[in-house]
Structure formats: C-alpha cells, structure tokens
C-alpha cells in the first residue's frame, strides 16, 4: 500500500497498473522499478526509448522585462545572451560558491523573450522558489507550475516515437525548446535529459499527462523506466544527482562543471561578478581548487557504492564515493568521487574500502559511455 502521506504526480494510477515497484523519493511515491527490472529498463533506454514520469520536478516560469538580468544574480551561467528557444545548465550558489541546486533554464520560443522556464529539483523546489521569490521577486514574476507534469522520453529512438504525435519536433536539436502540440495537449518540449541519450522532457498540463503518456507507451520503441535505471544512466554519462555528487559545501569549479560557467561570467568578462559566491568561484577558476569530482572505474567486478572511502596506496583517506554502481552499458564497477588535484589525474590509481578490502580503481574521464545528444 502507498504511504498516504507521500505525494502522487499524475501518472500514479498509471505506475500501479503497469506493476511498479513505488518507493518513498523527495515526498513523492514514485517508481523505482517495473516488472522487466533495472538491468533490462537501462538497456532499453539506450538502444530504443524509456520514457521516465519525473513530475516532481519544480517547474516555473520567470516573467517581466528584467527576469534574465535577475535571474543572473543568482546563478553563475549567462542567461541576458540566452537566445529565444535555447536551453541552459545553470546552477544556485550560496555566499560560499557552494551550489544550492542544479537547474535547466530555456528561454520560451515566443514572440516575447521576457519569458524564462526553469526545472529545479524535486527535494529542493520549495526553497528554491523561496529563493526566486525573496531574492528577485521584486524584478520580475515567479510562477510555479504544479499544475503541470513532466515527462522525459529518452533514447536513441525517441525521436521516432514522439514524431509520430508531432513530425515538428524532430526539428529540435540538443538544448533547444519550443511549444507543440502532442495528442491533443499544449506542450513545451525541450531536447534534452538526463541520460546522456537524445531525448526530449516535456512539459503538459497535469490533467492530460496520463493520457499522454499512454500514447506514448503505445508506441513500439516505448517502454517505461524508474528511479532506479534513471540514476545508472546518469551515472554511466557523469551527469551529478543533487544532494550526493554536488551540495552547499561543493563549489562548480570542485564539482568539474565550470564548461557551464561562460566567458561572460569570469574574470574579466563584462558580467563577471554580480552573483551569490563569485569572488570565490572566479579565484577557483583562475587559481584552480584544492579538489575535484572525477570519475572512478574499478579494476575488479565489486560494486562501489556511495559512502565508501578512497585510500592510497598507503591506507590515506583520499575522499569518499559520492554515486556509485556496476553500470550496465560499460560492464564495469563506476563511481564519482572527490579527490585532491594530485591524485585526480586520468589513469591515476587509487583504492576504494569495500567491506574490510580495498578495491583498486583508476581516475577515467567522463563520460563513463559517449553522449548521443543529437546536435543537429
């Protein structure tokens, strides 16, 4: 039985019908698994489509003349030059450059370009809209959106299976975004996900989600995928999952995410400073940072997980494993870790604790597989 406490997006009903496996995630009931598993819901994703319900999620619109100026005094990235219909990584930092959320930002594909969509994360979307409304409330309007659903098809035939609703969207390429109409729904489509995979999220009024997802589900390439295969195929592409890989206390320099920081934003840049933490994350740029998270693959087959500690050769704690997993696609144990500069070179050695034994594990560099974004 569900826990009637957790929260139910609008395809619970659905998730039961098809057999998931529902457990507790950011207050939500959502699914982890379905009957065909893990292992088999992963390897359909990359070599057809899953489709993923991930309507916890926060989503909100920015809206007034000044929302991307505005919403550059929070982040780090350049979101004044965002062109209409372009998609961008941006992150929330705090006066310490630590990260507060990870977030996606499009500006909408509309006459008007004072019209910015967000997606945050689940388990931080009530303080990030917090943060949105007391920091710059007073520049523009915050409108969240949990009337809406969200829906990520993902795969190498994605593409395929949602043109068959609207033949239009096969012109989106990676990071882009527009408004489109799928079995009878209006929608905002953007190309992209979390998988490494070509795909596509898509934003639909909570009502018509089910109805949605359905057509979709009924298309051959289709199946569904949960929590579980979701987390190995961003681990394999070595995107970070919030509150494990990156927090308050990681900076983007740290966390290896300083392609998402423009010129624009960096020293020396017109729009340099002006953000929470940018004294901080420019030195980190222009000095570099004392550690950073790297990708591990483990020279023998024993699963490393999140916690465990990595050594060197000596026994000398290095860091911690910040996600870990026997990945799928590359056959071999994965992690994500956050090591000192010296020790954080590709091909370098080191050992992750697993049970009383230590497990050798070599720095590689990501992605763990290659990205299939379709770039047009």
Same mark, same amino acid.
């Given at each position: 039985m569900s826990d009637p406490a957790l929260l139910k997006t609008a395809l619970h009903a659905l998730h039961l019908e098809l057999g998931a496996k529902m457990v507790p995630f950011a207050g939500y009931d959502m /699914?982890?698994?379905? /009957?065909?598993?893990?292992?088999?819901?992963?390897?359909h994703c990359r070599a057809a489509a899953g489709l993923f319900d991930v309507s916890h999620m926060g989503q909100l619109r920015l809206l007034g003349p000044d929302a991307a100026a505005?919403?550059?005094?929070?982040?780090?990235?350049?979101?004044?030059?965002?062109?209409?219909?372009?998609?961008?990584?941006?992150?929330?930092?705090?006066?310490?450059?630590?990260?507060?959320?990870?977030?996606?930002?499009?500006?909408?594909?509309?006459?008007?370009?004072?019209?910015?969509?967000l997606i945050v994360n689940a388990a931080c979307k009530a303080a990030d809209t917090l943060h949105l409304t007391t920091n710059i409330g007073?520049?523009?309007?915050?409108?969240?959106?949990?009337?809406?659903?969200?829906?990520?098809?993902?795969? /190498?035939?994605?593409?395929?299976?949602?043109?068959?609703?609207?033949?239009?969207?096969?012109?989106?390429?990676f990071m882009t975004g527009g408004d489109f109409k799928l079995n009878g729904a209006d929608c905002f489509v953007t190309r992209s996900g979390y998988t490494g995979e070509d795909g596509f999220e898509i934003s639909v009024p909570a009502h018509q989600a089910e109805a949605l997802a359905r057509a979709l589900l009924a298309q051959s390439e289709v199946a569904p995928v949960g929590?579980?295969?979701?987390?190995?195929?961003?681990?394999?592409?070595?995107?970070?999952?919030?509150?494990?890989?990156?927090?308050?206390?990681?900076?983007?320099?740290?966390?290896?995410?300083?392609?998402?920081?423009?010129?624009?934003?960096?020293?020396?840049g017109a729009r340099a400073a002006g953000y929470p933490g940018a004294d901080i994350?420019?030195?980190?740029?222009?000095?570099?940072?004392?550690?950073?998270?790297?990708?591990?693959?483990?020279l023998e087959r024993v699963?490393?997980?999140?916690?465990?500690?990595?050594?060197?050769?000596?026994?000398?704690k290095l860091g911690t494993v910040t996600s870990g997993t026997l990945a799928p696609t590359v056959n071999q144990p994965i992690a994500l870790a956050y090591l000192p500069?010296?020790?954080?070179?590709?091909?370098?050695?080191?050992?992750?604790?697993?049970?009383?034994?230590?497990?050798?594990m070599r720095v590689t560099a990501l992605p763990f597989t290659p990205n299939n974004y379709f770039r047009g």
């Open positions: /699914p982890v698994s379905y /009957p065909a598993g893990i292992m088999a819901e992963h390897k505005a919403l550059e005094s929070l982040v780090p990235v350049d979101v004044v030059d965002l062109p209409v219909g372009k998609q961008r990584y941006g992150l929330f930092t705090n006066a310490h450059g630590g990260i507060l959320d990870d977030l996606m930002i499009t500006r909408r594909n509309q006459a008007h370009d004072n019209d910015l969509f007073h520049r523009c309007t915050v409108v969240p959106l949990p009337d809406r659903a969200l829906l990520a098809l993902q795969g /190498p035939q994605a593409v395929t299976a949602l043109s068959r609703l609207n033949a239009q969207v096969a012109a989106l390429t929590l579980g295969a979701r987390d190995t195929l961003r681990l394999e592409a070595g995107l970070c999952l919030y509150g494990h890989d990156i927090n308050t206390t990681t900076t983007p320099v740290e966390a290896a995410l300083t392609w998402a920081i423009q010129k624009v934003r960096r020293t020396g994350i420019n030195a980190q740029l222009t000095q570099g940072a004392s550690n950073k998270r790297v990708g591990l693959t483990g699963p490393v997980r999140e916690g465990a500690l990595i050594v060197d050769v000596h026994g000398h500069m010296n020790h954080a070179l590709i091909g370098h050695e080191v050992y992750a604790e697993v049970r009383g034994k230590r497990c050798p």
